[in-house]
């Protein structure tokens, strides 16, 4: 199957500081890619769907100014996490489709921590 | 209420064991059902993708089958190994391509 690669694999960030977790898609372009947050022994939350070329659609409750999503080319997406709280601490996982109803690709997950 | 709802939320089984694991779907219109496995701190990785006109799907041990008419689903692994230690999460696709995802069913395959 395709890869979808995640960068960094951790990171341990202080209170205050800013994130940026990037997902690219190694062999496919992939016209949309979608972000999502994992908390312990729970399924994976949709945060945002990001469109190559335009605005992230953000899920309701996500706050759209605290997790920065840039979709710039169609194989790369960026999600900032801004001024991190101890909260904000979990397992973040992008994936990617080729196109519209085609399989999603997940990318292996970045575990943050806020500290 | 989710729309996905997964049975047993954790399962322990022994080496070699054969294990079947439960979903429920509500969400519709229906595009495809998939089965994932997702390692501990790893992203999930997809097993099975059904259609609506697909009835069972295999890929090595494990075996997925779909029932669109009462909207079940199970995944059923053969001869259980220490690597199948895992979550397996089932997620059903709308025709919007939007994915619901249900909670997932700790497996846990002990020696």
């Known amino acids: 199957g395709a890869v979808v690669s995640q960068h960094p694999s951790w990171v341990i960030c202080k209170s205050g500081t800013s994130v940026k977790i990037e997902c690219r898609s190694l062999?496919?372009?992939?016209?949309?890619m979608f972000w999502y947050r994992q908390f312990p022994k729970q399924s994976l939350m949709l945060m945002a769907t990001?469109?190559?070329?335009?605005?992230?659609?953000?899920e309701q409750g996500v706050e759209k100014d605290k997790f920065l999503i840039n979709h710039a080319s169609l194989t790369l997406s960026t999600l900032t996490v801004t001024s991190a709280h101890p909260e904000d601490s979990s397992f973040y996982i992008c994936?990617?489709?080729?196109?519209?109803?085609?399989?999603?690709?997940f990318g292996q997950g970045t575990r943050l921590t806020v500290v | 209420k989710n729309q996905v709802e997964q049975s047993p939320q954790s399962l322990i089984i022994l080496e070699g064991k054969n294990c079947t694991l439960q979903?429920?779907?509500?969400?519709?219109?229906?595009?495809?059902l998939r089965w994932y496995k997702q390692d501990t701190g790893r992203g999930p990785v997809s097993l099975t993708i059904?259609?609506?006109?697909?009835n069972t799907k295999s890929n090595g041990r494990y075996t997925a089958t779909l029932d669109a008419d009462t909207k079940q689903s199970s995944l059923h692994i053969t001869a259980s190994q220490l690597s199948d230690s895992a979550s397996y999460i089932c997620?059903?696709?709308?025709?919007?391509?939007?994915?619901?995802f249900g909670a997932g069913t700790r497996l846990t395959v002990k020696p």
């Open positions: 994936s990617a489709n080729q196109g519209a109803w085609t399989e999603a690709f």
């Open positions: 062999d496919f372009q992939a016209t949309t």
């Open positions: 990001s469109n190559e070329g335009s605005k992230a659609t953000y």
């Open positions: 979903c429920n779907y509500t969400v519709s219109p229906f595009s495809n």
């Open positions: 059904m259609t609506f006109s697909e």
């Open positions: 997620v059903v696709s709308l025709n919007n391509n939007d994915m619901r």
